[in-house]
Nanobody
């Protein structure tokens, strides 16, 4: 069973930074494509970024240049570094796992964490 636990959310002002983390169960870490999604209040969930192997990543155009997805293999942890945050980035952020696939945004993400809230105030 794949377990995903997010952390690192919080409240920041416009232009601030946050680093989200997702602890992934060891048995799943090397075998799944991992991604970040977000859902703002009243909106549909949207894909943000994903990673397939250590070097193949994909990031949504609206956050490209501001958000970076990465892995810490020693700690079985997925990260999302978010810089220059804007009020429109306010959402619940989820990490998720899918069977290995590229492009990773096309994966069928069957496993989800509980989410971590990010709030950006102007």
């Amino acid at each position: 069973q794949v377990q995903l636990v997010e952390s690192g959310g919080g409240s920041v002002q416009t232009g601030g930074s946050l680093r989200l983390s997702c602890a992934v169960s060891k048995s799943a870490y090397r075998w799944y494509t991992l991604g970040w999604f977000r859902q703002a209040l009243g909106k549909e969930r949207e894909w943000v970024a994903c990673i397939y192997t250590d070097s193949m990543t994909s990031v949504q155009d609206s956050v490209k240049g501001r958000f970076t997805i990465s892995q810490d293999n020693a700690k079985n942890t997925l990260h999302l570094q978010m810089n220059s945050l804007q009020p429109e980035d306010t959402a619940m952020y989820y990490c998720a796992a899918a069977a290995p696939v590229w492009p990773c945004q096309r994966g069928i993400y069957n496993y989800w964490g509980q989410g971590t809230q990010v709030t950006v105030s102007s």
